[in-house]
């Protein structure tokens, strides 16, 4: 079974568990966890993968970058990862790296998003790291920033020196 896509029904949204943050799209998992995301723009799509901590969120790590991206011409989508934000917080399972990356697997196919540039914040790196590297024909760049996956630095070479970096960056850079 694959995730589905649908946009936030309003009357009926988790929004009051958090005022503040705004409600966009949700993708529900073969499993069964409601993912939420921030879908804007149109053109290349860019991901934006949040870091950890309390109140974290894709909206309260991005909300400033994204009508700068939208305004160059971009389709932005701002996830809210398992546990985090107006996503589901599923208290039976193992929050690990690869469960995250499954997570967003089937949350961007489910947003029909083969291919997308990924810029992740602290844990966020990690995560699009690990995506990048599990999946590099569905990357066309990657951002990370402060990653959380810097004692990892041998991964980013072998994923520079797959053909899909040589393939989805200019000169190779």
Not at 84 to 102: I, Q
Not at 151 to 156: D, E, G, K, T
Request: glycine fraction near 10%; include cysteine.
């Amino acid at each position: 079974m694959s995730a589905t896509s649908q946009p936030a029904p309003r009357a009926s949204t988790p929004s009051s568990l958090h005022p503040a943050l705004p409600v966009g799209r949700f993708t529900t998992t073969a499993g069964g966890m409601r993912l939420h995301c921030l879908d804007t723009g149109s053109g290349e799509p860019v991901v934006f993968i949040h870091g950890s901590g309390p109140g974290a969120s894709g909206h309260s790590n991005f909300r400033h970058n994204v009508p700068a991206f939208a305004a160059a011409g971009f389709r932005t989508v701002v996830v809210d990862l398992p546990g985090y934000g107006l996503s589901s917080k599923p208290d039976d399972v193992e929050y690990t790296l690869d469960f995250f990356v499954a997570a967003l697997r089937e949350q961007l196919l489910a947003l029909e998003l083969p291919r997308c540039v990924l810029v992740g914040n602290s844990l966020g790196g990690a995560i699009a790291l690990q995506y990048a590297l599990d999946y590099p024909e569905h990357v066309s760049r990657l951002v990370m920033m402060r990653p959380e996956a810097w004692r990892n630095a041998r991964r980013i070479s072998r994923w520079r020196e797959s053909s899909a970096w040589s393939r989805s960056s200019p000169a190779g850079t």
